[in-house]
């Protein structure tokens, strides 16, 4: 079977990735090393430099994940910067920003960047149309999961087996997984 080195720090994206990939033949594995974050307001500009990096580092085939949650009514805030704004204002704080509006539109995207040592990075992208919920809602998942709806239902509601039939990252990994 196929594996594939995944450089990241968050373990919930490799359980899925691991999950989803499983089904499609390639094993994953994590490395936590670390890539420098290019602060960049496009996330295909984050994943290749960070997969560049990371192939060269360490002197292998890599696959790197940057992923952000786009808001219409917040002119697609936080975007690139989802990280940075799940840790300084997190899911309350945003759902207060959107109180007294209608337009709760918002997508989830996340791109896959492969890359081997000395090459460019391929780039696989895959997103969901959903909304920001009302409240936060769920247990299951992680990062702004309780906030983001998929027909009436957050990916916290969902658990990983529904979220990763149709999630951001399943139709990334799902390109990604046949090259
Ligand atoms: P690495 O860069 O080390 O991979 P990270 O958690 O910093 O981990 P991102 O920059 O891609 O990864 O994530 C942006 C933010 O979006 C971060 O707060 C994540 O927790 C959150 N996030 C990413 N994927 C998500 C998902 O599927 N569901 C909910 N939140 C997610």
């Known amino acids: 079977m196929r594996k594939i080195i995944f450089v990241t720090g968050n373990a919930h994206k490799v359980k899925e990735a691991s999950n989803i990939l499983l089904k499609l033949g390639i094993t994953v594995e994590q490395n936590n090393c670390g890539y420098p974050e290019l602060q960049e307001d496009e996330l295909e500009k984050i994943a290749a430099y960070g997969a560049e990096c990371a192939a060269d580092h360490l002197g292998g085939e890599v696959m790197v994940d940057d992923s952000g949650l786009f808001i219409r009514a917040l002119g697609g805030f936080p975007g690139p910067y989802s990280a940075y704004v799940f840790d300084t204002l997190g899911n309350e704080?945003?759902?207060?920003?959107?109180?007294?509006?209608?337009?709760?539109?918002?997508?989830?995207?996340?791109?896959?960047?492969?890359?081997?040592?000395?090459?460019?990075?391929?780039?696989?992208?895959?997103?969901?149309?959903?909304?920001?919920?009302?409240?936060?809602?769920?247990?299951?998942?992680?990062?702004?999961?309780?906030?983001f709806e998929v027909g009436g239902r957050t990916f916290g509601d969902m658990g990983d087996y529904e979220k990763n039939l149709l999630s951001h990252r399943y139709r990334a990994l799902l390109k990604f997984a046949r090259g």
């Open 93 to 147: 704080r945003i759902l207060k920003m959107m109180e007294g509006g209608t337009d709760r539109a918002a997508v989830f995207r996340c791109v896959i960047g492969y890359c081997r040592p000395g090459e460019k990075a391929l780039l696989f992208s895959g997103e969901v149309e959903g909304e920001i919920s009302l409240v936060g809602r769920g247990d299951a998942g992680f990062g702004y999961d309780p906030i």
